[in-house]
Structure formats: C-alpha cells, structure tokens
C-alpha cells in the first residue's frame, strides 16, 4: 500500500526557517515525482514545490523561490523541502503527494490533486 508521511512542521519566527521531511513506501520511488503543497484556513490548497525523482528536475512556486529548496534522498525514500526566511504567509498545513507527473500538472498550473497519493499534513505556523 503506497504510503506517505510528512513531518518537520512546527512554531517559528518570522525569519526563520524548517525542514520539512515526507518518506516514502509501497512504490518505486525513483519512477516518481514528489511535491509539497500547503492550505492554509480558508483558502485552496496550492502547490509549494516538487522534484522528479526520475531526472532531478524541480519546480518551485513563485511565491517561495529563492527561499525554499527542494532535495531527495532515494537511497531513504525521501524528500526534503528547506524553508528559509519564512513568512507569516507562510502559515499553512504542508501535505506531501506522489505521482508520475505531478511537476508536470504544476509547472503548467492543473495540478490533479485528486489522483495523487496523499501524505498526513504537517502544520507550519510563522509568526510576526
């Protein structure tokens, strides 16, 4: 059974920075690309960033770039998202997805949300 975990999450000051992690088990993670989406209370679910574990290549929402950076571990099944300057916008619930063409749906903004294999979120609060 595909499985997700995302963890990392927690209370930091505006300025600061977290690691996020989401390990992965049930498929053949090199074959598949890995995002990082976030919700905060009221508003859609967007995407943060992704890699594609299959060449490398990245993708990172315009909002965060040059502040997050996004690395694989394929050897442990995981992905890395590292949040540096945050934000108070930057408060949200980050949800970990898998799916073959997952950087694809979002470097082209029509992510398919509802066909990805979906991690237990975990909440980064920063405040001001």
């Known amino acids: 059974e595909v499985q997700l975990q995302a963890s990392g999450g927690g209370l930091v000051q505006a300025g600061g920075s977290l690691r996020l992690s989401c390990t992965a088990a049930g498929f053949t993670f090199d074959d598949y690309a890995i995002g990082w989406f976030r919700q905060a209370p009221g508003k859609e679910r967007e995407g943060v960033s992704c890699i594609n574990n299959k060449d490398g290549s990245t993708y990172y929402g315009e909002s965060v770039k040059g502040r997050f950076t996004i690395s694989s571990d394929n050897a442990k099944n995981t992905v890395y998202l590292e949040m540096n300057s945050l934000k108070p916008e930057d408060t949200a619930v980050y949800y970990c997805?898998?799916?073959?063409?997952?950087?694809?749906?979002?470097?082209?903004?029509?992510?398919?949300?509802?066909?990805?294999?979906w991690g237990q979120g975990t909440q980064v609060t920063v405040s001001s």
């Open positions: 997805a898998a799916d073959r063409f997952l950087c694809l749906g979002l470097r082209v903004g029509l992510p398919r949300l509802e066909s990805y294999y």
